[in-house]
């Protein structure tokens, strides 16, 4: 059975070597992050999700979640315990303001519980996941009455929060929906339609669940501009805060799925049901928005955290399997065969795994970072500039970061051979729920549209422009330093095949935008390069820093070094090729009719 | 619910125009193959894998096989009718030897149908799929007695076979293997031990089962050199051939797998267990080798196959779902919004299927038709030219194309979106049941090291010489053809890269092996596309040809034509980046001790 260990030596290294939050202590809820504080939580959070969370992974996988006659849903076996546990530890109150009652940390900080939350056991964490993007929105958009009457309970994860957006005929193209919402002239609206895919929808683990809800008025525009946000509770909310009637709406039934068994992935039907809108008639889209975003990296998180965990397990596996002997001589004469270790092949996928996972950890708290940037950084100008990242990286950390998680799930299960297919080895259950996030919160080839077709265009191309110029002040500061110099030179060469790439996309796309949607999966991948590259430069350059300092754990900065020299040889050189695709443009993709591409 | 329609147009084109079989019409076997009577064969044979197999494939993933109390196991519903309707139509005889009561087709037929079997339903096509297996190493290896008491019965699946190799313990290094054979003084021997993973090692659809097994004799030497092949049949079998008493040996347990549910996985005791050695003492590993190889090209195949089945079903779903508009303005105003092919990264992920799988379509007939010429060609010449060319190709066939088929099954599933997750949609089974193909018959990394360790470089690299004469000779032929001279530069460069990259192992291998092993599953992949684009070339070119000639399916030639440009333009620059990886050499995955890889 799969084990889990909380990466806090990596990830306190990021945060105080290579980001330096401590240079943030004045701003708003970085006071609250002071690297004691931080430490003690992160120890304390990863031994909840080793000791709590991970036992009752499999068991999640293998029960699933019931659907009772009523519309009820029961949680697998523990869940509903360790949820208790999680809000009496108050885990969900990490990053919330604390005029909500929240401890206020940076939401960076939020970020790493999100990973070992995941790593541990991603159904149950997207229970809270959810209901915390659901608390975004409503912070984000809600008026303030909503905010007192919702947010502070479900912070506390005493009531659950949903998004609901995908119904039967659409998902991507939300333009389509049809849920309704006709004015009840109390200020409230009648809900009705159907939604599929409601994560979380229907639980046992909360006394109330506030749905977010998509829908339009009566007289909306038959597009995605016509779209309005309801907070629609399952019990309605007196004035004074109890649960009053039970509202017209229910789960009507679950999904069976590849896998996330442990989370009730729900069709929810909406009957009439009494809601009130969030935001602004027909601006529910950019409420929706809201959540998305963060939602986004959250799942660009949970992939990171996939692979990690079914990495962490190859390792073990791999130190402790005998089978075969090494290319260069018995390692170990004395035993009958030497451990998997000794296998090139099996090091290229530890380290594959090793390099990208550390390397996405590295991207996702500087993202995470700058959504705190982006809100609190004292001029107008940095937080302008932290969101002109976050919003380039956003899909780049979804999109790249879910291929390469899938990919590396996989990996972790192949070092185990014909055991990693045996679902007791629970393998192949780290394949089967990081292939979810592939495909929710925007379907990767979502991502890549969108940063080819909106992030990279915004403002005359502000935010690639300021990226480029990022790695490149830094690469050029390290060509100095003999160490990092060919790390460097190397990363140079990638950032310049995807400048050559946006030229490309700048030249072509004008005379046909398919031209740049049939290069946009390939540009993602490698801005994930160039954006990964830069996170190990950094990696390399404080791992140095600290061993020529004499002071640190040098087996652990002497392996940043070495796995930064990987990625380097090993996964850098993939640029060359994806910007070579870019290239062919879309002719080929297009060249048939539909009723080509299977021979009559 | 998923279907299932047998490619039969494509397999005739790469049988007819580019393989041109009836070439081969005076040698043994091929007598048997003329134009008509494949295709009709083909078109039965399709039909037969439609309507029969293909309904079944849902079924069998839900209901898994049941092992009883009494240790018997049954199959899904459905499997033992249609077994009884295979067997009844005298497929599994297709290719068996006339002697043995077979049809004595060419293996390049029987290939065609392994495909189209595992892509209705791969747990149903591994019963009669093993027991091909075990025909082909009593043919090879075992006494004219053993080949006529075993082989009549198994070639009509009235009995099946299985492959027992791997044990809880070891299964890459057979060395490691501890059942045991003890003479029991008649010529016979009692086999005991445990062997694991054995598909379909016990089940209710034949009358007996002939396990082939490695074990050890007493004194055997304690190495893969001590390893002897033995018969040791479910029932004992008398003289006159009737089923005489049950052998001491029982399925344990079925394991709980990731895919392929409707297939026995078993543990398999053999309690002194009476077996008959096949072949000589000792020598088992290379019996076991036949079918080893036999097995390997079909799961080459069999991992292409899921790959089509899931393609075929994301591009209809393309067809139907409507989500979005094109990035060039709306296809169809009237509707509501367009189908999913408009989206260039749709497009992108069903022409990656459609290139790959065709492609590979073409490459594992191409490798069958080599497994019948190194059999049955004219000269010593003309049959070594062969067996070098199918040795050298099987593990490229069975590692790339697994590795390719799970990977276009995985984005065939995305093309669904959401709905790809949900199990009632079948999309995720083809993704669960293709993960087994990178695994079985020697894990992808083991055919990476079987490719570069072994077959590179005997005969002082003979085959692969060869090989790389062969691309180059076609290329330069095309080089003067207006129509396929931008294919034949682009491949003759990533010959080129396979060419360097093989200079470079020459170079870097004496040095240090694992500067090979470290670069063995770029290779593979180099050499997969170079020969995919091999096969691009000569599907272009013969569809050139038949355009030229007027004659033909005009619409069916031209997407020929439009799918070798986009492999050319969208795979083949993939060659580039993996040689430099291998340039990388070992270094870097081979710095950091084991216990560097996560941080204490």
Chains 1, 2 share one sequence.
């Not at 809270?128 to 919702?150: F, H, N, R, V, W």
């Not at 929060?161 to 200020?187: F, S, Y």
């Not at 992030?455 to 300021?466: H, I, M, P, S, T």
């Not at 590259?533 to 791992?543: D, P």
Request: aromatic letters at 8%; one cysteine or more.
């Amino acid at each position: 059975m799969p084990t889990y260990k909380a990466p806090v030596t990596d990830t306190l290294f990021i945060l105080n070597d290579v980001l330096s939050i401590d240079r943030y202590a004045n701003l708003p809820g970085f006071a609250n992050a002071s690297a004691d504080m931080v430490e003690a939580v992160l120890e304390e959070g990863g031994r909840f999700c080793s000791e709590v969370l991970a036992p009752l992974n499999a068991i999640g996988d293998k029960e699933g979640c019931t659907r009772h006659a009523d519309g009820s849903v029961t949680t697998p076996t523990g869940f509903k315990d360790a949820f208790a546990q999680y809000v009496e530890a108050g885990w969900p109150l990490l990053g919330i303001p604390e005029e909500f009652g929240g401890q206020g940390m940076p939401h960076v900080i939020t970020c790493v519980m999100e990973e070992y939350t995941n790593a541990a056991n991603q159904a149950f964490a997207m229970y809270p996941g959810l209901t915390q993007g659901a608390i975004a929105a409503i912070l984000a958009k809600g008026s303030d009455e909503q905010k007192a009457k919702y947010v502070p309970n479900m912070a506390s994860c005493k009531w659950g929060g949903t998004m609901n957006l995908t119904e039967p005929h659409c998902g991507t193209d939300l333009g389509l929906i049809r849920t309704r919402a006709v004015p009840n002239g109390d200020g409230s609206y009648a809900i009705s339609g159907t939604k599929i895919f409601i994560s979380s929808g229907e639980h046992d683990l909360t006394e109330n669940i506030i749905h977010l809800v998509l829908a339009k008025t009566p007289d909306a525009p038959d597009s995605v501009k016509g779209i309005s946000l309801f907070i629609v509770p399952k019990f309605l909310v007196n004035d004074d805060g109890s649960l009053g009637a039970r509202n017209s709406l229910s789960c009507g039934s679950i999904e069976h799925k590849m896998g996330i068994h442990g989370n009730a992935t729900c069709v929810m039907n909406y009957d009439g049901a009494t809601g009130y809108m969030v935001g602004e008639e027909n601006k529910g889209l950019a409420a929706m928005f809201i959540m998305m975003n963060a939602a986004r990296l959250g799942v660009g998180i949970q992939g990171n955290a996939l692979a990690d965990v079914a990495f962490q397990n190859a390792v073990a596996y791999a130190q402790d399997r005998r089978q075969g002997r090494a290319l260069t001589g018995p390692a170990e004469p004395e035993q009958k065969a030497d451990t998997l270790f000794v296998h090139p092949d099996v090091r290229r996928m530890l380290m594959e795994a090793k390099a990208i996972t550390e390397g996405m950890r590295a991207l996702c708290l500087w993202g995470g970072l700058q959504v705190d940037l982006s809100h609190v950084a004292e001029t107008e100008e940095e937080r302008q500039t932290a969101d002109d990242l976050i919003s380039l990286l956003t899909p780049v950390i979804k999109g790249y970061g879910t291929d390469k998680g899938y990919e590396i799930a996989t990996n972790a299960q192949q070092v185990y051979g014909g055991h990693g297919y045996i679902e007791e080895w629970g393998m192949e259950q780290f394949v089967r729920d990081a292939r979810i996030t592939m495909i929710y919160e925007g379907a990767n080839g979502v991502q890549a549209m969108d940063l080819v077709g909106r992030k990279l265009a915004q403002n005359g191309g502000r935010a690639v422009q300021a990226f480029f110029a990022i790695v490149d002040k830094e690469c050029a500061a390290a060509k100095g330093d003999a160490v990092l110099t060919d790390f460097a030179s190397r990363l140079e060469k990638a950032n310049g095949e995807l400048k050559a790439a946006t030229m490309w996309f700048m030249q072509h796309g004008m005379t046909n935008p398919n031209n740049v949607g049939a290069g946009a999966h390939s540009y993602m991948h490698i801005m994930g390069i160039v954006s990964l590259g830069l996170m190990w430069l950094r990696m390399a350059s404080a791992a140095q820093v600290k061993l020529a300092a004499g002071g640190g754990n040098t087996s652990f900065l002497e392996a940043k070094l070495a796995t930064a020299r990987f990625f380097a040889e090993r996964v850098m050189p993939e640029a060359g090729s994806l910007r070579r695709k870019i290239e062919g443009g879309c002719d080929s993709l297009m060249a048939l009719r539909p009723d080509q591409f299977i021979a009559a």
